[in-house]
């Protein structure tokens, strides 16, 4: 399986961060391309994009400010298969990136996600107290995974709230 290259740009708002590409992702070199999927959908619910995307269409999130990345960029079947060793040196890569880019927000996609980055237990959706790096804000949204058994509406709720907190940093 091959990596799938992030869609990273200076100047972008929101840079969104997966675990790792899963297996469908690596097949077509496309982010959050699993059939069960619904990170698309949560974008385009949610007023982020205009429309809903395909996975094939994930660079012109650049259009919109936004970017994505992995906190591990080996391919894999589950998030379960990711090392320690992987994760601690992803979490050193993905801290550079966000200096590089230095986006307004972090927003995770998953709990687990932001629990490995950071290093943090008891970790809520939502935005989070303290950014990890400086100037960039910590936002955690429920994994888009077709695996989450979170409701589609309860995670809306979260796609939403990150919604207003771009307009509210775009404002300041």
Known sequence: MRPVPDILA??????????NPGCRSAETGH???GY????????????LTPYQLKPEEDSTLLRYGYGITNIVARPSRTAAEITKEEYHIGREQLKE??????PAIACFAG???YREFA???GVRCGLQPVGI?????????????GLTRILFQDQLVYYQELARLIQDSSHS
């Open 133 to 145: 790096v400086e100037g960039v804000i910590d936002f955690v949204v429920p994994s888009p995974s």
């Open 31 to 33: 982010h959050f391309a």
């Open 10 to 19: 200076p100047g972008i708002s929101v840079v969104f961060i997966g675990f």
């Open 97 to 102: 990136k966000l200096l590089l880019y230095k």
């Open 111 to 113: 709990v687990g996600v």
């Open 36 to 47: 069960s999927n619904k990170f698309w959908k949560l974008l385009a619910s949610a007023g």
């Open 119 to 121: 290093k943090q237990s």
